[in-house]
């Protein structure tokens, strides 16, 4: 389980976990609430790769707007089938994806509500 792993980390404004593997991972639920600093979280294609986990919650990271993490996240999470899978994201981050940025995603199958 990652729950609650970076949960409060108030100060924290950028996160390279691009090494982490996830394949085994169950539970990522408040993994980054309250994380209202962190612009800039870099992420690898292996994040994604969870046979058990159906939603990915970054609702609470409202500064991550960083185009350069954004642009890492996007190729992470696209080169997996999200098929019956969400992305939760904060307004702040959602607008600052492009709309190209987010077809990617969709057209992926993951759902972004």
């Known amino acids: 389980t990652m729950d609650y ?7 924290l404004t950028s996160l390279d976990i691009s090494s982490f593997t996830t394949y085994n991972v169950a539970n990522m639920d408040r993994m980054f609430n309250r994380c209202t600093k962190l612009n800039k979280l870099y992420l690898s294609k292996y994040f994604f790769e969870s046979k058990a986990l159906t939603k990915y919650d970054f ?6 707007t960083d185009a350069e993490s954004l642009a890492k996240f996007v190729e992470a999470i696209t080169a997996r089938d999200g098929a019956g899978k969400t992305v939760k994201l904060s307004t702040n981050t959602k607008n600052a994806l492009t709309q190209t940025q987010k077809d990617a995603i969709t057209s992926k199958g993951w759902a972004m509500p």
């Open 5 to 11: 792993m970076f949960y409060g980390c108030s100060s």
């Open 59 to 64: 609702s609470g990271l409202t500064a991550w």
